[in-house]
């Protein structure tokens, strides 16, 4: 039986912000899917990833993504990427992390995250609505506040330990493939999140809800 359900943040428990970049390529003639081409490269060690280990400061990524994303061809400003992360809580995923605990699983939030960098554009309902989300996991892991991120094998060893488990506890939900490769290598069950309804189904199937 599992003991733990790891889950991503945007993307599974809120809307991917990949469909803000499209709509962001759109108005700004780019290529479609410019922006994750940007963050592809040198993955591990670009801007991105550096901000989401706590590396440089917002200024110095700004500065950072647009000379990356000019030497592929299109100059965007790092900020105009950091304002499209934003996305919607999805209530049904929000339903289902419920079921999973109320079943006894522990449950935990994996996310590669920016210091702040919803904060200053949220609301205050908004604000509460994200608390009472995140209030619901066990334990909750930021690569801005450990230094490392997916799909880096450390911070999955960080989420087991944080919670008393072993990688064959664990059913790890992501959008991105990349991220669930080392999860899967380590012995966690793995599930790729395409939409809400196939997590769901796919959920409740492993762990027989």
Same mark, same amino acid.
């Given at each position: 039986?599992?003991?733990?359900?790891?889950?991503?943040?945007?993307?599974?428990?809120?809307?991917? +912000? /990949?469909?803000?970049?499209?709509?962001?390529?759109?108005?700004?003639?780019? +290529?479609?899917?410019?922006?994750?081409?940007?963050?592809?490269?040198?993955?591990?060690?670009?801007?991105?990833?550096?901000?989401?280990?706590?590396?440089?400061?917002? #200024?110095?990524?700004?500065? !950072?993504?647009?000379?990356?994303?000019?030497? !592929?061809?299109?100059?965007?400003?790092?900020? #105009?990427?950091?304002?499209?992360?934003?996305?919607?809580? &999805?209530?049904?995923?929000?339903?289902?992390?419920?079921?999973?605990?109320?079943?006894?699983?522990?449950?935990?939030?994996?996310?590669?995250?920016?210091?702040?960098?919803?904060?200053?554009?949220?609301?205050? &309902?908004?604000? &509460?609505?994200?608390?009472?989300?995140?209030?619901? /996991?066990?334990?909750?892991?930021?690569?801005s506040q450990v230094g490392v991120?997916?799909?880096?094998?450390?911070?999955?060893?960080?989420?087991?330990?944080? !919670?008393?488990?072993?990688?064959?506890?664990?059913?790890?939900l992501d959008d991105l493939g990349?991220?669930?490769?080392?999860?899967?290598?380590?012995?966690?069950?793995?599930?790729?999140?395409?939409?809400?309804? &196939?997590?769901?189904?796919?959920?409740?199937?492993? !762990?027989?809800?």
């Open positions: 039986m599992k003991k733990a359900v790891l889950w991503d943040f945007g993307g599974v428990i809120l809307t991917s +912000p /990949f469909e803000s970049f499209n709509r962001y390529e759109a108005a700004h003639e780019l +290529p479609i899917n410019f922006i994750r081409s940007v963050n592809a490269r040198q993955a591990h060690d670009n801007a991105w990833a550096k901000l989401e280990r706590s590396e440089v400061t917002v #200024d110095e990524f700004d500065r !950072l993504f647009a000379d990356e994303s000019a030497a !592929l061809g299109h100059r965007v400003p790092g900020v #105009d990427v950091l304002e499209l992360l934003a996305g919607e809580i &999805q209530p049904e995923m929000v339903d289902l992390l419920d079921r999973v605990k109320a079943a006894g699983h522990k449950v935990a939030c994996l996310t590669n995250n920016v210091l702040d960098a919803d904060g200053h554009r949220s609301s205050p &309902q908004r604000a &509460q609505t994200l608390a009472e989300v995140m209030a619901r /996991f066990d334990d909750i892991v930021e690569s991120r997916k799909p880096e094998r450390r911070f999955y060893e960080i989420a087991c330990e944080r !919670l008393g488990v072993v990688p064959a506890d664990c059913v790890f990349v991220n669930l490769k080392p999860a899967a290598a380590m012995g966690m069950t793995t599930i790729k999140v395409s939409s809400a309804k &196939q997590a769901i189904d796919d959920l409740v199937a492993v !762990l027989r809800l």
